[in-house]
């Protein structure tokens, strides 16, 4: 169920939208997962880490992906890591494929915070995922660090991103997971604080409702873990101080949602 804001949506919700808790739950991702001689080992959490830092580390060409649905914090630190550690000069943007919109509520975009991940690239468009299959296969890409499972093209459309060596961090499954050849378990969003930033401009934040399941963590932490093997440590330790270093129009002192 939705909480009132004024401001927003005031107590209306699309069905959708309430139903939405159901997704995540479904295909989760709860181990790491290493691909080996073309199978997959799943592996603990720890492990998959140092996997991650093995395949991107001498990469000299990486590609970054973010995610509208990740929050603006976990877009933030994986961004930070890609640039400061790895040397990611591209940066492409993950989304789910538009939805019917009506003229009330509901908008094309089914993503919860476009706005908000373009906000912490700089401003200004990323191409998405596509786009990132065909640099692929122009070789203009050696290794991929990207945040989430989504990608609005299904993962036969992007079996060209297998070339690399493709690190995803990710809650749930789907096309770039299926793809990557090391996947670290990530915290969804329901487990986590974090903001969003709606098609108006206006910035949220939200508090975690649940309890992530073991020893998983939030994409930003894990970004700086990897970090750390890396040699690269980013200096971040609790969410105010990354919220602190997000540029302003990502919500860095955004009101909580409904409060």
């Known amino acids: 169920r939705p909480r009132d804001n004024d401001e927003v949506n005031k107590f209306w919700m699309c069905d959708d939208g309430m139903l939405s808790y159901h997704g995540f739950h479904a295909d989760r991702v709860l181990t790491g997962r290493v691909r080996q001689d073309g199978r997959v080992v799943e592996v603990t959490r720890e492990v998959a880490i140092e996997a991650a830092a093995k395949a991107l580390k001498g990469a000299s060409k990486v590609a970054v992906v973010l995610s509208a649905q990740?929050?603006?914090?976990?877009?933030?630190v994986v961004l930070k890591l890609a640039k400061e550690a790895l040397g990611a000069t591209k940066v492409y943007l993950a989304t789910k494929a538009d939805w019917k919109a009506d003229a009330i509520l509901r908008s094309a975009d089914a993503n919860p915070n476009r706005a908000g991940a373009l906000?912490?690239?700089?401003?200004?468009?990323?191409?998405?995922?596509?786009?990132?299959?065909?640099a692929v296969e122009?070789?203009?890409i050696d290794a991929i660090l990207s945040l989430g499972s989504v990608a609005a093209?299904?993962?036969e459309a992007l079996a060209a991103l297998g070339s690399?060596?493709?690190?995803?961090?990710?809650?749930?499954?789907?096309p770039l997971v299926q793809m990557a050849s090391v996947v670290v378990p990530v915290a969804t969003v329901s487990e986590t604080s974090g903001t969003f930033v709606n098609r108006q401009g206006k910035a949220q934040?939200?508090?975690r409702a649940v309890q992530s399941p073991g020893s998983?963590?939030?994409?930003?932490e894990t970004a700086v873990a990897i970090g750390k093997v890396l040699g690269r440590e980013l200096s971040f330790a609790k969410l105010p101080e990354v919220r602190a270093a997000m540029p302003a129009?990502?919500?860095a002192s955004a009101p909580v949602a409904g409060a």
């Open 70 to 76: 990740a929050s603006n914090e976990d877009n933030f």
């Open 138 to 140: 122009a070789k203009e």
């Open 216 to 220: 998983i963590a939030s994409a930003w």
């Open 153 to 155: 093209e299904p993962a």
């Open 119 to 134: 906000a912490i690239a700089g401003g200004g468009a990323l191409e998405g995922t596509a786009a990132l299959a065909r």
């Open 205 to 207: 934040a939200f508090k």
């Open 164 to 174: 690399v060596p493709p690190v995803s961090l990710a809650s749930n499954s789907g």
């Open 249 to 251: 129009m990502a919500g």
